[in-house]
């Protein structure tokens, strides 16, 4: 029972890892898209070029946050549980 429990917890905690991956890349599409749109309403909008560059720094820094968050913070979850916690 004990066992079990832990696997469980290890599994939710491995989840919320890969939700928060999930959302990252998902935000990080849903900022490059409103900058694209914000960019092409062209120089006719008084504030569009600062703000599709805004869009766009977002954009790269919730992208840069997938890779790390799949090569860094899950392997090392992963490795964790392997080495110490895994039968």
Do not use: W
């Not at 832990?6 to 935000?27: D, W």
């Not at 309403?41 to 820094?61: I, R």
């Amino acid at each position: 029972r004990r066992s079990s429990d832990l696997e469980v917890e290890r599994m939710v905690e491995r989840n919320k890892l890969v939700q928060s991956n999930i959302f990252s890349a998902v935000l990080s599409c849903l900022l490059l898209n409103t900058a694209v749109s914000v960019a092409t309403m062209g120089s006719n909008v008084m504030y569009a070029k600062p703000l599709a560059k805004s869009f766009f720094a977002a954009a790269v820094v919730f992208g840069l946050k997938v890779p790390h968050g799949v090569f860094v913070k899950l392997r090392k979850f992963d490795a964790y549980n392997s080495r110490f916690l895994a039968k």
